[in-house]
């Protein structure tokens, strides 16, 4: 399996990115798809993820309203609209996926649902 991330970039502040993370090896549309971010210094916090198998969606407090998750289960792509960005959305953006089997929904907040990892992708949002 394997995970590839890209869009990332440097960014003015209020303005938007699109990230894309490319599955392989994974059937397609079977698994539930995401998003981490790690800041300098931080601890790896929850962006948000599409549901193995659905449209639905989950997202952390901090980018509530600003980013949207969707998926191309097509192509086995996963997208990360970000609009409205800020200085402390500044971090390296981890596309994840899910195994084979359906975790509750509170499990999609935790890293340890997933067992793939992408390689990761540097946001930086300057002020």
């Known amino acids: 399996v394997q995970l590839q991330a890209s869009g990332g970039g440097l960014v003015q502040a209020g303005g938007s990115l699109r990230l894309t993370c490319s599955a392989s090896?994974?059937?397609?549309?079977?698994?539930?798809m995401g998003w981490f971010r790690q800041a300098p210094g931080k601890e790896r916090e929850f962006v948000g993820a599409v549901r193995k198998g659905s449209t639905s969606t989950y997202y952390g407090d901090s980018v509530k309203g600003r980013f949207t998750i969707s998926r191309d289960n097509a192509n086995n792509r996963v997208y990360l609209q970000m609009n409205s960005l800020r200085p402390e959305d500044t971090a390296v953006y981890y596309c994840?996926?899910?195994?084979?089997?359906?975790?509750?929904?509170?499990?999609?907040?935790?890293?340890?649902?997933?067992?793939?990892w992408g390689q990761g992708t540097l946001v930086t949002v300057s002020s």
């Open positions: 090896g994974l059937p397609y549309g079977r698994n539930g």
């Open positions: 994840v996926a899910t195994g084979m089997a359906n975790p509750i929904m509170s499990a999609y907040y935790q890293p340890s649902t997933y067992p793939y």
